[in-house]
């Protein structure tokens, strides 16, 4: 952490790797923490005191009191499901308003952007990318082609602005011939949650951050998804519709290249993928699972099932690369403290060729791997490295070495308190 700097916390695979966890113990250290991209497809979960809570577009340093949070210019947000989340906050005690700041330059998720999101994927037949269906895909294309609506846009004839575009979606739909859906409800409720959102601060918060850095206050940037889910170096077309990547840092919250402190690259002890695309790690036998069993590996939004597998070197070192990741840290290393074996993928193998390096093709590269032994102890009540069994402090020294990384974060389970700083 360095004062007037921005610092990145980004998953590294294919996100939930417990982001939401590690930004709300890392709140303390920092003035605000800012959402840079994605929406509500990406939920963090964060459990502390026997309290869970999932956010999907508000940040994780929503609570502590005396810290800023910010949704950045980079995110999509559906006013609906963002008062839908507000509101459980505010049941539980919180007060978000002295606390919550969104940018007028987000853009708005409509009730007919998710029904296009199904339209496309059904026309796509065995081709469909697994989207969460909640709009993001449509929201993001619309930005690009600049016609979609942003958070400023309620401030000013906002009704008019919404019609036209509901108007040009209905279009697009009786064109795609899609037409059995009923928004009536829904749209009422996003009405609701536009007025809702109106009584929030919406400000230029690239200009808010970038004031508190030039009065050397610090920034924790708290990304979505993961890095092999990027619109440009992810597993295109199985990917996301956003920068996830460090540098969605800088254009997602308007701040300067210059202005990146620490990256802080976050992974699990194994490997999830939540959704269709290349995984050549993934277990389809009882290991995978038992690894799905223990770790609870369930979307936190949409509830499927995520694929699970070993940990992926080559994965892991392209996204360090792609990141400029500073230090590592490591996730559920608990999850695999009953296995006498771990396997570690340090390659990938197709049609008698092996690389280590991420291929263009991810498609049928199947994974090849290095098995060193489990430590077959029961890590949760373990609260300092010392204490950490022989096997499990070499499965974190080969990585380090591998990775030519620092992992400087070890996390045992699920409760804030069970995270462990290493020296």
């Known amino acids: 952490m360095t004062k007037g700097k921005v610092d990145a916390l980004l998953g590294i ?39 869970k809570f999932v956010l999907r577009s508000i940040p994780s340093g929503i609570f502590d009191e005396g810290k800023l949070n910010i949704i950045g210019n980079g995110c ?107 928004i009536s409800d829904e749209e009422k409720v996003w009405i609701e949650g536009i007025k809702y959102m109106q009584t929030f601060p919406l400000t230029d918060t690239e200009i808010e951050i970038n004031r ?34 460090c540098g969605g840092v800088c254009t997602g919250l308007g701040v300067a290249p210059n202005r990146i402190g620490e990256v802080f690259g976050i992974f699990k002890a194994y490997s999830t993928r939540v959704g269709a695309g290349p995984f050549p790690v993934e277990l ?26 070993w940990v992926d070197l080559v994965a892991l070192k392209y996204a360090i690369m792609i990141n400029g990741v500073t230090q590592l840290i490591m996730m559920k290393g608990d999850v695999l403290d009953t296995f006498p074996t771990i396997r570690v993928c340090t390659a990938y193998e197709k049609d008698g060729v ?40 070499d499965y974190i020294k080969y990585l380090e070495e591998e990775l030519k990384t620092p992992i400087t974060i070890v996390s045992v389970g699920p409760d804030r308190a069970q995270t462990i700083f290493r020296k």
Request: proline fraction near 4%; hydrophobic fraction near 35%.
């Open 13 to 51: 695979v294919f996100g939930d790797e417990g982001k939401g966890k590690v930004v709300d113990v890392f709140t303390p250290r920092y003035d605000l923490v800012a959402r840079f991209a994605g929406g509500p497809n990406a939920g963090h979960t964060i459990i502390f005191e026997g309290k």
């Open 76 to 182: 999509v947000i559906a006013p609906d499901l963002f008062m839908q989340e507000a509101k459980e906050l505010e049941t539980a005690g919180y007060d978000l308003r002295s606390r919550l700041h969104i940018s007028k330059r987000a853009h708005l998720i409509l009730p007919t952007h998710r029904v296009l999101d199904r339209a496309y994927e059904a026309a796509k037949g065995k081709a469909k990318v697994g989207t969460t269906g909640k709009g993001i895909g449509p929201t993001y294309s619309e930005k690009a082609s600049r016609t979609s609506l942003r958070v400023g846009d309620i401030l000013d004839n906002f009704e008019d602005k919404y019609l036209a575009l509901k108007a040009r979606h209905e279009k697009m739909l009786a064109d795609l011939g899609y037409t059995d859906y009923d």
């Open 212 to 245: 508190y850095l030039e009065e050397g206050k610090n920034v924790l940037a708290e990304g979505a998804q993961g890095t092999l889910l990027d619109i440009d170096h992810g597993t295109y077309p199985f990917v996301s519709s956003s920068s996830t990547v």
């Open 284 to 309: 389809f036998d009882e290991t995978g699972d038992k690894i799905r069993e223990i770790g609870h590996e369930y979307g936190a939004v949409t509830g499927r099932n995520r694929r699970c597998g």
């Open 354 to 393: 092996t690389t280590t390096d991420m291929p263009y093709d991810t498609e049928g590269w199947n994974a090849v791997y290095k098995d060193l032994p489990g430590w077959q102890t029961d890590l949760t009540s373990i609260t300092r490295e010392e204490d950490f069994p022989k096997a499990f402090a």
